[in-house]
């Protein structure tokens, strides 16, 4: 819900609250100040009869349905006071019940006591309330109406420094290393927002091109020292009198080295396809691509004993950068010859809707779609660098194509889907 | 052969000075661009070794000015840059090769051999190891007059190992010298045997000795007995 939307309503509620208030009160004072009038008038008449009782004219004369004269002999203090009540009586006109105001007194006129018991109508009550429920109502529905068309009004007014800061965030990429500015506002808040923002992506910015160039830096400066460590251990195999018992202590050495440097250079390509330097501008044909890679494995999948075999379409052209693309389906192939069965196969399919590489192999100890992050691997004691899928993964999300990975009944499948 | 190594990170040129340095091969190390230019402005080399990253200068500049002096010399770019824009970009400029840190000395050794028999004979020329000769330029294979039936992958094993004769190859160097990056993926590469095999079986069968040597657990050694 929109935020003006959220205040108006909530001014419309705490509004129908106040007025609903507002109209019982009114209500009340407006009964009171006519409860006042009638008791008033109650006593002039009273005071009337009373002067024409003191001329003597006969009792019968004075009465009516509303005023009803007694004489009576014994009287108590209190009833000498004015008693007014709420009482109901039939209406003269409507001849119907209706509230009215009761005034009850006895008097002493010329030694003698009366007992005065007159009633008055009151002013319509019903009129009153539907008058006040009337005024309140039309009162409200205006201030609604006026508040509705004034935020939203005013809103857009009042909002468009906000409007403009939430689509500058929007279209804020921390890979384009542009800053964001802000024009200057009126609104205090806003300012505030602004420098916070600006502030925030500033140091976000920062942040991310020193780790950007930590990694790249990082991968390319390693490997130097690796190559100096990898020649030291050449060099100690060419020396005389080496025993047997060390050279397997040199051959880890090097192949723990030759793995430190194949990582430095899986999260260097793994950096460099997050920053898009991999764009693709060009497009690639795919089927030739998977024909080649399919070729260059072949011979080392039969090294090991598998059996590659492979049905590609011909003539599907995509949209990525032709090194990129090879790098994703060597991958594919790698980790299909790397997680096979002694003796066991592989198959890649390519189609116009996606490329698909098969092989048997052990259930993954973890959920597949796990098996994408970085160094998660099923079997996390194996040499393997776990980056792999990680770089196919990214590559797939640079490159818009969606990857999957099943597992289903001791077949490991592998689909890249391609754009429709 | 003389060899310039331009390389800043004097361990790593120590590493190849001494691998290198044979009778054969006479090696001198230029630390910087500086020196590398005063010495290429005064002796001439076979084959220069460049590191395109120096602390005072693009190595591409050593290469744009070899190119402009018209030398002979063979060069071999080493970078710890995997980046294919460099790769091409100094091929381009007339580099003969490119080399990726970190590499086998053995490799290198190997690359820096086949320019300097490119550069030195314009590849016609032909490698002998006693009984076994080897035509660079036809790919064919001689052991006494009798031509030996090699695969590529065979072929190329041959020359790797008579390049880096007497000296130590481990599995893991010949598979990357055989298949490059694509077998770096494997946990193990005694795979790399199988080919072995075949080519002893091949050399032994046209009549030849066996030189290849194998060191239990390691690899192999191409030596005469």
Redesign the interface.
Known sequence: MRLITKATLLYLIITSLVFSIAGVVTYKTVMQSVARETDYSLRNNKDILKVAIQEGKPLFALQNEKTQIVKVTTIQAKDTLNAFSDTLAIHPYFKRLEPHRKLTITERINGEYYRFTMIDVFFETDDVSSGVTSVMTRLFFGLGLSLLVCSFLISSWLFQPFQKSLQKIKAFNLKNNEAITFSKTTTKEFNQLNGFITQMTDKARLDYISLKEFSENAA??M??P???????L??L??SPNLQ?AQ??L??SA??A??KL??MG?SL?LLTKIENNEFTAKETTDFSKLVDQAVF??K??AE??NLTLESNVEANIILPINA?IADILV?NLL?NA??YNVPDGWIKVKLDKKQLIVKNPGHPPKIPTNQLFERFRKSNQS???LGL?LAIVKKICEVNHLKVDYVFKEGIHCLIVKFPV | MKLLIIED?K??AD??R??LSTNEVICEVAENYQEAVAKLNVYSYDVILLDIMLPDGNGLDVLHLLKAEQSEAGILIIS???S?DDRVQGLELGADDYL???????ELNARLKAIYRRRKFQGFTEIKFNEISVDTNNHEVNIEGRQLELTV?EYELLLFFISNKS??L?K?TIAEHL?GD??????SFD?VY?HIKNLRKKITAAGGNDYIKT?????YKFHNN
Do not use: C, M
């Not at chain 1, 690796?226 to 030291?232: L, M, S």
């Open positions: 390319h400066e490997q130097t690796i190559a100096v460590a990898k020649g030291k050449e060099l195999l060419e047997e050279l397997p040199i051959q090097q192949i080295l030759s440097s194949r250079q260097s260059t494995f011979d080392i090294l090991k090194a060597s790698k010859i790397r194996g040499q393997s792999g | 990170e361990a790593l590493n190849i001494s691998y710890a840059k995997n294919l990726t840190k970190p590499f086998h000395l053995s992958k000296r130590v481990t893991q298949w694509n077998v770096d993926f494997l946990d795979f199988q060191i239990y657990g390691l690899g």
